[in-house]
């Protein structure tokens, strides 16, 4: 079966199902999702954003994860990988924001558990997560990147990829959208409180109809939801059906679509894509 007929197995598929949807627009691509703190931090963990409640996560795959150090010709490039190094089905890439590092992306018990989805549902599914260090969010970062993505994307030559960007690492996001390099393999981006950036109109990744997701808090204080959401609409705007989708927590603050972004239904909508 190929990447195109995957479709992510199921994994704590109802704790971590949106609330409820407030509204939707845009033929359905925008929704806003009811976001409360009380429910979904003080609610859900046992150390509210520290520690979240065991029965959110299956640590058991930590058995598949190892921290590895890749070689390549702009320096060593530091990461976890989680799941089949060769021959996986799907690849997904989590890029931290400013003060993270390659731990953030597979701490199972912050941010509500959610890291440790990912890396059940990659394992379940016969793909690969990856979490890792870079230098910057400028050309050695985005360098260092694409070559991660080139080395396991010829270890796994049937599988997408697929980038997701917290906050500050949304520049690498829109860098790697621009390296022709790398398009035929990616299979969506994945913004979860990020910026935007009018230059991916013009890029290979949108020239080839590249899958794009937003997560956003709807009072982030660090990327206004207003301009994210206009910059939703331009892209749309600019291409009729063009594949992007929008989810708006209400009340939600800068790292909320990292707790409450679903994986799996934005995964496999991005997989279900010609």
């Known amino acids: ?40 931090i003080n609610g859900r963990d046992a ?68 890291f440790n989805r990912i890396k059940n549902l990659m394992v379940k599914s016969g793909g690969l997560y990856l979490s890792p260090d870079f230098s910057d969010f400028d050309a050695r970062g985005t360098q260092e990147m694409a070559a991660l993505i080139a080395h396991y994307a010829k270890r796994s030559p049937g599988a997408r990829v697929f980038v997701a960007c917290g906050s500050m690492g949304g520049a690498l996001c829109w860098r790697l959208a621009q390296d022709e390099a790398i398009i035929h393999r990616l299979g969506g981006l994945l913004l979860l409180g990020s910026m935007w950036h009018d230059a991916f109109l013009q890029s290979p990744a949108f020239a080839a109809r590249v899958p794009v997701f937003f997560g956003h808090g709807s009072e982030d204080r660090v990327f206004p939801v207003e301009r994210q959401e206009g910059f939703f609409r331009k892209i749309l705007s600019s291409a009729k059906g063009y594949p992007a989708r929008f989810v708006r927590f209400e009340s939600g603050t800068h790292g909320t679509p990292i707790r409450m972004a679903d994986w799996r239904e934005t995964l496999n909508w991005m997989l279900a894509q010609p």
């Open 47 to 114: 150390v509210p954003e520290r520690r979240v409640n065991g029965r959110y996560v299956s640590t058991g795959v930590r058995r598949a994860q190892k921290d590895l150090a890749l070689e390549t010709k702009i320096g060593t490039v530091r990461h976890f990988a989680v799941g089949k190094t060769e021959g996986a089905r799907a690849i997904v890439l989590y890029l931290h924001g400013q003060g993270g590092n390659r731990r953030q992306g597979v701490d199972d018990f912050t941010f509500g558990g959610n």
């Open 1 to 40: 079966m190929g990447a195109q007929a995957l479709e992510l197995a199921s994994h704590k598929d109802r704790m971590f199902a949106y609330p409820a949807v407030l509204s939707s627009s845009d033929d359905g691509a925008h929704r806003v999702v009811d976001y409360r703190e009380m429910r979904d």
